[in-house]
């Protein structure tokens, strides 16, 4: 599969939960614990990027982990 296509739907599920969040906020929602965790997250994340970068794994990797965190928060978000 192409690389781009994974990217792109990357950036558009995360654009979805980013909406989702200034929604939260914007209801009066949007908690400090909602912000923590967005944090760690991406804090998490990155390091989970480096580890399979240095097993030798590939950008596309990257790409499905995040996706996965991605869409884990779409469900805890519409919950």
């Not at 990217?7 to 939260?24: G, I, P, Y």
């Amino acid at each position: 599969m192409l690389f781009w296509y994974p990217a792109l739907t990357l950036m558009m599920d995360a654009m979805q939960v980013l909406d989702m969040r200034l929604k939260l906020i914007a209801a009066g929602k949007g908690t400090s614990e909602e912000m923590s965790l967005m944090v760690n997250e991406k804090v998490n994340a990155m390091a989970e990027a480096r580890n399979i970068l240095i097993q030798g794994g590939h950008s596309g990797h990257v790409i499905d982990n995040y996706r996965k965190i991605v869409a884990a928060n779409v469900v805890r978000l519409s919950a």
